[in-house]
């Protein structure tokens, strides 16, 4: 797979094979590619939550909140869900500001995810305080995203945008289709 290849197929994934576990080890290597990345003034004040055990996901599930364009689905069922999770915090004892710095990172983890057959979801919809709770994490870090990981078991193809309709959408084989704006009308000409 070359580099074009590698982001084409990095797309966001809901539904997983759950049966199919990722080990500590892997997850440790994705947030070793988020050390490497870039960050706002070399700050790094990201801080990540590594979690792998079925019993440990089940408690993150129900803090994530999932495809809102998909008013159906209520999210991935039972069989189906992540089978492992990183959580991206920010530690307010270096700074306040996070900048992009966890957009950075989390496109190195899912790029990394995807290079070995993985896939996922950046999970910004959170029910914040009901994880910080759950998961007993300290006022310090400021909860900044989650992303949910597994082996995917569904299609995602990218479609050209139809009348700036930018909702993605599954149809009847459940396949999910994703609208992108041509590249024509993102770079502009002044
Ligand atoms: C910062 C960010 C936050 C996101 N938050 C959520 C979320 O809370 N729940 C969800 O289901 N998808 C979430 N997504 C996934 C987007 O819906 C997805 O990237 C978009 O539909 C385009 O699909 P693609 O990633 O395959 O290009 C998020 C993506 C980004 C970049």
């Given at each position: 797979?070359?580099f074009?290849?590698?982001?084409?197929?990095n797309?966001?994934?809901?539904?997983?094979?759950?049966?199919?576990?990722?080990?500590?080890?892997?997850l440790?290597?994705?947030?070793n590619?988020?050390?490497?990345?870039?960050?706002?003034?070399?700050?790094?004040p990201?801080?990540?939550l590594?979690?792998?055990?079925?019993?440990?996901?089940?408690?993150?599930?129900?803090?994530?909140?999932?495809?809102a364009?998909?008013?159906?689905?209520?999210?991935?069922?039972?069989g189906?869900r992540?089978?492992?999770y990183?959580?991206?915090?920010?530690?307010?004892s270096?700074?306040?500001q996070?900048?992009?710095?966890h957009?950075i990172?989390?496109?190195?983890?899912m790029?990394g995810?995807t290079?070995?057959?993985?896939?996922?979801?950046?999970?910004?919809?959170?029910?914040?305080?009901?994880?910080r709770k759950?998961?007993?994490?300290?006022q310090?870090?400021e909860i900044?995203?989650?992303?949910?990981?597994?082996?995917?078991?569904?299609k995602?193809?990218?479609?050209?945008?139809k009348?700036?309709?930018?909702?993605?959408w599954?149809?009847?084989?459940?396949v999910?289709?994703?609208p992108?704006?041509?590249?024509?009308?993102l770079i502009?000409?002044?």
């Amino acid at each position: 797979m070359n580099f074009a290849e590698l982001v084409l197929k990095n797309r966001t994934y809901r539904r997983f094979d759950e049966s199919f576990r990722i080990g500590d080890q892997t997850l440790k290597e994705l947030v070793n590619l988020a050390r490497l990345s870039a960050s706002g003034a070399n700050r790094q004040p990201l801080k990540f939550l590594l979690y792998t055990k079925p019993e440990d996901c089940s408690r993150i599930f129900p803090s994530t909140i999932w495809a809102a364009y998909l008013k159906e689905w209520q999210g991935p069922e039972s069989g189906e869900r992540p089978s492992a999770y990183i959580i991206i915090l920010g530690d307010t004892s270096i700074t306040d500001q996070f900048g992009v710095d966890h957009g950075i990172a989390a496109q190195s983890i899912m790029l990394g995810a995807t290079n070995q057959g993985l896939g996922g979801c950046m999970i910004a919809s959170i029910r914040k305080e009901d994880l910080r709770k759950e998961l007993a994490i300290p006022q310090l870090y400021e909860i900044l995203l989650v992303l949910a990981l597994g082996k995917p078991v569904e299609k995602v193809v990218i479609d050209d945008i139809k009348n700036d309709d930018i909702k993605y959408w599954r149809d009847k084989d459940r396949v999910h289709h994703v609208p992108k704006r041509s590249l024509d009308e993102l770079i502009l000409k002044l």
